[in-house]
């Protein structure tokens, strides 16, 4: 591989950036092999979906430092914040870096039960998973791709503690992204989702159960507690593959925009999630529900065509779908006005019907301007969890929530992403996300619960959503 690069720095107190720019298009599942044979392995994208969304990949590796917060720490909240204050932020200045990537700094997840501690509600009856609350590990060094301008960029974050030198962790990085030029991924199989059989699939409820959950659900709507609750089942099976062949598999036949894999010992996470829930920028936040989604089809004929025609119409004329999202985006920037400046909050986009790869999506943007001095974990007690799946409004949603699911969501619909050393993020909504512990892997699913939802299309709508993600992993184990 030849490489023409160009460095650059920029210094604050504490932290130095450092970073290289080669203009070069890796072989992405080559880069996302290489990096997963390494320790604690961090990878945000790795597909070209990115390119429809905030353009950037991410690859780390071996981090510094691993922090994990549990459900029986005393300030969970706190333990992030001082997490986070141990290298200084850098103020304003950047090395040539493009707007919005991730200078180096955390990555991690937070699963959706730190919502309890965010907002006090009663537990689920069942924690069986024990996730963390919260797990971020801290990388010095990271390898991006700008999939618009096929650039890539070396970027290493210089300590006061540090023992190598800057140009060291460049030419490390640099030698991964060479190494990977040599790793040949098998093409993955294609999935068969008539295959699987949900009958023989374990899962946290019975069909009465979700069918009677969701009659309780529509009492409390139309009793006024709430006006809409995002409820969710949640599937097993076992799972002794490598994790990072079912990434390489949803990266091949189910790209999404703001997908990771994240190796958190003692649980892996492959997560296929089209959602971003916060993106934080020069002094900007944004916010972006999904709230509608239809399937689309490979457009192989005419006939294919004309279905995913019907389908982008039924959802651009669903009124269900636009009440629904309308709600949510009311919640959202009720949120963002607990640490935005007044007057800034807008809805930089009204309804669009965005078109993926298998599904059509109807989305919104909520942003504004963030207030002087407000830390990461103002914002994250001012939003977290996201609107779009917990309900509105939230506080009771949430605790509807926790009193008719049997288990805690543990990551699912939490975040997972990124926290800059410059106070730059990205963090998505962490549905499509395979949860892999002890030789198991968990698929939780679900939808929006609103008055005029018809329980059996809403459990129907559910067994669709977990075969998409079940025959991932039933092709992976064909393949074993």
């Known amino acids: 591989m030849t490489c023409h690069a160009a460095c650059s720095t920029a210094t604050a107190s504490g932290c130095t950036i450092h970073s290289r720019r080669i203009p070069f298009s890796p072989n992405l599942p080559a880069v996302n092999e290489q990096f997963s044979r390494l320790r604690l392995p961090s990878i945000l994208g790795g597909n070209d979906a990115k390119t429809g969304a905030d353009g950037f990949s991410y690859w780390a590796a071996e981090p510094v ?14 333990h992030v914040q001082q997490a986070l204050d141990r290298y200084t932020t850098v103020a304003s200045h950047r090395p040539d870096l493009p707007e919005g990537l ?44 700008d ?29 991964l992204l060479e190494k990977s030029a040599c790793l040949r991924v098998a093409q993955p199989c294609p999935a068969d989702m008539d295959r699987i059989d949900l009958s023989q699939v374990a899962c946290n409820m019975t069909k009465p159960q979700y069918l009677a959950a969701v009659a309780r659900i529509k009492r409390h709507i139309v009793d006024g507690d709430v006006y809409q609750i995002n409820f969710s089942q949640r599937f097993a099976c076992p799972f002794t593959a490598r994790p990072i062949d079912l990434f390489h598999w949803e990266n091949a036949f189910n790209p999404s925009p703001y997908s990771a894999y994240i190796e958190a010992q003692p649980f892996d996470i492959v997560s296929a999630s089209p959602e971003m829930f916060l993106t934080i920028c020069s002094g900007s936040i944004q916010t972006k ?3 509608g989604t239809r399937p689309r089809i490979a457009e192989s004929s005419a006939q294919a065509r ?9 959802l651009v004329a669903s009124e269900k779908e636009q009440a629904e999202l309308a709600m949510i985006v009311d919640l959202e920037r009720n949120d963002l006005a607990r640490v935005c400046i007044p007057g800034t909050r807008q809805v930089l986009m009204p309804r669009t019907i965005e078109t993926c790869p298998t599904v059509f999506h109807a989305v919104a943007v909520v942003g504004g301007r963030l207030r002087p001095r407000v830390s990461f974990c103002d914002i994250l007690k001012a939003s977290f969890p996201g609107g779009s799946i917990t309900g509105a409004p939230k506080i009771r949603a949430m605790e509807i929530i926790n009193a008719v699911e049997p288990t805690a969501r543990g990551l699912y619909t939490g975040s997972i992403g990124f926290i800059g050393v410059d106070g730059t993020a990205c963090l998505n909504i962490a549905i499509r996300t395979v949860i892999i512990t002890r030789e198991m892997a968990y698929v939780q699913v679900g939808g929006g619960i609103v008055a005029d939802s018809v329980p059996q299309a809403e459990y129907d709508e559910t067994l669709t959503k977990a075969r998409a993600l079940l025959a991932g992993i039933d092709a992976i184990r064909i393949r074993e």
């Open 306 to 314: 004309l279905a995913n025609e019907k389908a982008y119409q039924e």
């Open 102 to 145: 991730f200078c180096g700094g955390w990555i991690g997840f937070f699963s959706y039960d730190l919502g309890r501690v965010i907002e006090p509600a009663s537990s689920p009856s069942i924690d069986d998973l024990h996730m963390q609350l919260v797990r971020l590990a801290f990388y010095d060094r990271v390898l991006a791709y």
């Open 147 to 175: 999939h618009r301008r096929q650039t890539v960029w070396l970027v290493a974050v210089q300590m006061p503690t540090d023992t190598e030198a800057p140009n060291q962790k460049l030419d490390h990085l640099e030698r």
């Open 289 to 291: 529900p999904i709230k």
């Open 65 to 78: 430092e691993v922090l994990h917060v549990t459900s029986d720490q005393p300030d969970p909240i706190g």
